[in-house]
T-cell receptor, first 109, second 112 residues
Framework: AQRVTQPEKLLSVFKGAPVELKCNYS??????LFWYVQYSRQRLQLLLR??SRESIKGFTADLNKGETSFHLKKPFAQEEDSAMYYC???????????FGTGTSLTVIP | KAGVTQTPRYLIKTRGQQVTLSCSPI?????VSWYQQTPGQGLQFLFE???????NKGNFPGRFSGRQFSNSRSEMNVSTLELGDSALYLC???????????FGDGTRLSIL
């Protein structure tokens, strides 16, 4: 069963517009959620994790256990935000990460 | 601290051959995971090793195997290569538990 769902494969927004990348998950225990980002020609890297409750590069994500969602948001998109974004879940044991299929974000100048 | 290093960066093989990919984790990281990344499927989990023990395995055929050495370096082997094995193979290391994974650049495997 798929554990992490990112419904949008492609997302385009204009520079300065708000952006929201959706992530829904299914897991019976207490998962830990992450967002990873892959910029062009760079390796996949951690953007943020829900347990840190921090804002990275203007992005925030709130874990909504009721809706089993972990959407990534930024109030004003920048061109440098164009990248591939992956939502990931770590289960109780921590020995496996489940990744979504990714959302390709394009910020239009 | 040096990041995760994967070698080689590129490989071209033909059907039926076998291949070994290598991954050197970040110093101090004992958990190493392998993923197959393809455009349509995203990141598919292959297996995870911790202190030389395979703790978890994804839904891949037995042609895909791996191992981890006492220095935490890991290798992945694919035997009897098929065209569908063409992909970017990513290695990620972490301290273990639910700590974030740190990825290498990957090995791009092309099967002719």
């Amino acid at each position: 069963a798929q554990r992490v769902t990112q419904p949008e494969k492609l997302l385009s927004v204009f520079k300065g517009a708000p952006v929201e990348l959706k992530c829904n998950y299914s897991y019976s225990g207490s998962p830990e959620l992450f967002w990873y980002v892959q910029y062009s020609r760079q390796r996949l890297q951690l953007l943020l994790r829900h347990i840190s409750r921090e804002s990275i590069k203007g992005f925030t994500a709130d874990l909504n256990k009721g809706e089993t969602s972990f959407h990534l948001k930024k109030p004003f998109a920048q061109e440098e935000d164009s990248a591939m974004y992956y939502c990931a879940l770590s289960g109780n044991t921590g020995n496996q990460f489940y990744f979504g299929t990714g959302t390709s974000l394009t910020v239009i100048p | 601290k040096a990041g995760v290093t994967q070698t080689p960066r590129y490989l071209i093989k033909t059907r039926g051959q076998q291949v070994t990919l290598s991954c050197s984790p970040i110093s101090g990281h004992r958990s190493v995971s392998w993923y197959q990344q393809t455009p349509g499927q995203g990141l598919q989990f292959l297996f995870e090793y911790f202190s030389e023990t395979q703790r978890n395995k994804g839904n891949f055929p037995g042609r895909f195997s791996g191992r981890q050495f006492s220095n935490s370096r890991s290798e992945m082997n694919v035997s009897t290569l098929e065209l569908g094995d063409s992909a970017l193979y990513l290695c990620a290391s972490s301290l273990g538990g639910r700590q974030p994974q740190h990825f290498g650049d990957g090995t791009r495997l092309s099967i002719l």
